[in-house]
């Protein structure tokens, strides 16, 4: 993490395209051989950041109380992850705004987003599996490694579904100048994305078809 603190620094002060990888390495306190050991590029330096977000909002889902139900949980999580003061700060939400308008302008930065988004919704589809499961899916001992191999499909489309909410919401945000808390921060836009999905078949046995 401590290389991607450097990298974000330095894209932040510096822009993308005045930073080398070098630069990210000097600042880091490493050798170049070694950032070139974890990131085949500049771009990709910046991941475990991305990354990091968007696994504490997936998280939250998984620790949300049990006895809230699907959208419930999902709007803790953003209540508890989105929020300037619980666990970033609004200063680190404007280095977040700085990062999504270089990822406008850099195809290489642009697929970082888009593989830790894919790789969050992977996440949140098997936290969703879990909350969702029934006595019954748990009588016996599942036989491979994880609990959810095949989870339903309708799981991995609400997975989609939800992460696209707060996805936009944080793109839309960062793409405007309003302060990350209030009514246009991304935890507000991102409450408002998910209310507008009211009626949506969010559990499996929900679904059409079930």
């Given at each position: 993490?401590?290389?991607?603190?450097?990298?974000?620094?330095?894209?932040?002060?510096?822009?993308?395209?005045?930073?080398?990888?070098?630069?990210?390495?000097?600042?880091?306190?490493?050798?170049?051989?070694?950032?070139?050991?974890?990131?085949?590029?500049?771009?990709?330096?910046?991941?475990?950041?991305?990354?990091?977000?968007?696994?504490?909002?997936?998280?939250?889902?998984?620790s949300a109380p049990a006895a809230l139900s699907v959208p419930e949980a999902l709007e803790h999580a953003v209540?508890?992850?989105?929020?300037?003061?619980?666990?970033?700060?609004?200063?680190?939400?404007?280095?977040?705004?700085?990062?999504?308008?270089?990822?406008?302008?850099?195809?290489?930065?642009?697929?970082?987003?888009?593989?830790?988004?894919?790789?969050s919704e992977d996440l949140l589809t098997s936290i969703l599996a879990e909350r969702t499961a029934t006595p019954?899916?748990?009588?016996?001992?599942?036989?491979?490694?994880?609990?959810?191999?095949?989870?339903?499909?309708?799981?991995?489309?609400?997975?989609?579904?939800?992460?696209?909410?707060?996805?936009?919401?944080?793109?839309?945000?960062?793409?405007?100048?309003?302060?990350?808390?209030?009514?246009?921060?991304?935890?507000?836009?991102?409450?408002?994305?998910?209310?507008?999905?009211?009626?949506?078949?969010?559990?499996?046995?929900?679904?059409?078809?079930?």
């Amino acid at each position: 993490m401590e290389i991607a603190r450097a990298a974000a620094g330095l894209f932040v002060r510096r822009g993308l395209r005045a930073t080398r990888a070098e630069d990210i390495a000097q600042a880091a306190g490493i050798a170049p051989r070694t950032f070139y050991r974890y990131f085949a590029t500049k771009e990709e330096a910046v991941a475990p950041i991305y990354a990091a977000g968007a696994r504490r909002w997936a998280e939250a889902v998984r620790s949300a109380p049990a006895a809230l139900s699907v959208p419930e949980a999902l709007e803790h999580a953003v209540h508890h992850t989105l929020t300037p003061g619980e666990g970033v700060s609004a200063a680190s939400w404007e280095w977040v705004r700085t990062l999504m308008h270089l990822a406008d302008t850099s195809p290489a930065l642009r697929r970082v987003w888009a593989e830790v988004c894919r790789s969050s919704e992977d996440l949140l589809t098997s936290i969703l599996a879990e909350r969702t499961a029934t006595p019954a899916d748990n009588v016996a001992p599942h036989p491979h490694p994880h609990p959810h191999p095949h989870p339903h499909p309708h799981l991995r489309f609400t997975s989609a579904v939800a992460s696209a909410a707060v996805r936009v919401a944080v793109e839309s945000w960062a793409a405007g100048t309003s302060p990350a808390s209030g009514a246009q921060g991304p935890a507000a836009l991102a409450l408002r994305n998910l209310g507008a999905l009211r009626g949506f078949p969010w559990g499996a046995g929900e679904a059409a078809g079930a």
